[in-house]
């Protein structure tokens, strides 16, 4: 559980330095082009990576149809709206919209799952998203008023939280490491095609062969995307989608951080204080506390019991 969790902070580590990294590709590269470049770079590493871990296999037939099933909210879905939408809202917008992922695959556990959720835990949730409200509101822009694009990335966070119920109520009898390969080169190949009607251009890719946007490329391409995709759909089969969503929070906390490193973002108070709540609210929101609380119950009766 521990090997679990630690990856996924790790994850998380990756997935907030990506915020940065996206950004400055998209300033040079179209947002559905170089999204089906990088999410088809990320489905080859995996597959590759699956081989060298000797889990690789083609699907069967019937699998295939599961896996092109979850492709459309995980991948097509969830990019596709995500790449529109950043280009038609701000990031403090987008920030507090995907902060609420959490909250939403631990409702759509509890209705689809049947998923039994502890107050203490659905506390955890609540903290952490006010944690996400305070961060993100922070900064001099506050809150804009709503917009499509914020409609787009509210779409976009809420297909790829179904995707994660879909990942754990169907199935798949592929490993999910295995299973992110697949769904990532089929959704890769889907962007592909609808960018080509959309934007056309599709030699504005080579700007990544540029030794700073070919690095930026490879990191949100291979860690973020590839090991992250990868890790975090493992972790939904081993500990639950709820369990797993709640680190999504600390997304904001390494956004803000790469942010303030590589595009010389502000960080304000008011971020130091939401970002205690998001630490807080995921230790909670996880079962770290209740275990904490279990273990020490478990001592005293065992003193009790030698008495």
């Known amino acids: 559980m521990y090997k679990i969790y630690a990856l996924l902070f790790m994850i998380m580590v990756f997935w907030g330095f990506n915020v940065a990294a996206t950004k400055t590709l998209v300033m040079n590269i179209d947002p559905l082009m170089l999204t089906a470049f990088r999410i088809g770079t990320a489905g080859i590493t995996v597959l590759i990576i699956s081989k060298v871990m000797g889990i690789f296999r083609f699907p069967h037939v019937k699998e295939w149809s599961t896996i092109g099933f979850i492709t459309i909210f995980n991948v097509v879905g ?114 592909f095609i609808l960018s080509l009607g959309v934007e056309g251009n599709i030699s504005q890719i080579t700007q990544i062969f540029s030794w700073k946007l070919g ?65 807080i609210g995921v230790f909670i929101g996880s079962g770290g506390l209740e275990y904490v609380i279990r273990k020490r119950r478990e001592r005293l009766n065992h003193k009790r019991a030698m008495m």
């Not at 506050?142 to 119920?165: N, P, R, W």
């Not at 490879?218 to 369990?243: C, W």
Request: glycine share 10%; charged share 10%.
């Open 78 to 191: 969830h990019h596709l709206f995500l790449s529109t939408g950043l280009t038609l809202t701000t990031g403090v917008n987008t920030g507090l919209i995907l902060g609420s992922s959490p909250l939403v695959v631990m409702m759509l556990s509890i209705i689809l799952l049947k998923d039994r959720i502890t107050r203490l835990r659905i506390a955890g949730f609540i903290l952490g998203f006010v944690g996400i409200v305070l961060t993100t509101l922070a900064g001099p822009e506050g809150i804009s008023s709503f917009s499509l694009g914020d409609l787009y990335i509210f779409i976009s966070m809420s297909t790829q939280a179904f995707s994660f119920i879909l990942i754990a109520k169907l199935n798949p009898k592929l490993d999910p490491r295995l299973l992110t390969g697949f769904m990532l080169l089929l959704g890769a190949v889907a962007i």
């Open 215 to 279: 690095g930026i490329f490879l990191f949100s391409a291979v860690f973020a995307t590839a090991v992250g995709h990868m890790t975090y759909n493992y972790a939904i089969k081993q500990v639950g989608p709820a369990e797993t969503a709640i680190f999504v929070n600390l997304n904001t906390v390494f956004s803000l951080v790469g942010s303030a490193i590589f595009l010389g973002e502000a960080i304000y108070v008011n971020h130091i204080g939401g970002l205690v709540l998001i630490f």
